[in-house]
């Protein structure tokens, strides 16, 4: 549980910078028919929620929750997620799943 409070492995890989970007790296997240508009917030903290609820349910070892943090690496800007590690840590997070 203590571990959960902040980045997996997977998550800290991608924020940490663990290897320099190559154009490889850069992709795009495929159509979600659940957020067919054009703005992406609610698409990004979709995904941040549903990745750490997958780690926190199925473990850090299970990759299917690489999906979740795929989406959110590419959709969300580092400040928001940032900022809801804190809260996270801190207990504050907005989503009673992940508190």
Not at 13 to 28: C, E, P, S, V
Not at 62 to 81: E, M, R, S
Request: with cysteine; charged share 25%; proline share 5%.
């Amino acid at each position: 549980p203590q571990a959960l409070l902040f980045n997996s492995k997977m998550a800290d890989a991608f924020h940490t910078g663990a290897h320099a970007i190559t154009k490889n790296d850069l992709k795009t997240v495929q159509f979600d028919a659940r957020f067919p508009n054009t703005n992406q917030t609610k698409n990004c903290w979709q995904n941040y929620v549903d990745f750490h609820k997958c780690i926190k349910l199925k473990g850090e070892g299970y990759k299917p929750c690489k999906q979740f943090l795929d989406a959110y690496t590419i959709l969300c800007p580092t400040q928001w997620v940032e900022e809801w590690n804190e809260q996270r840590a801190k207990g504050t997070f907005p989503h009673k799943d992940l508190q």
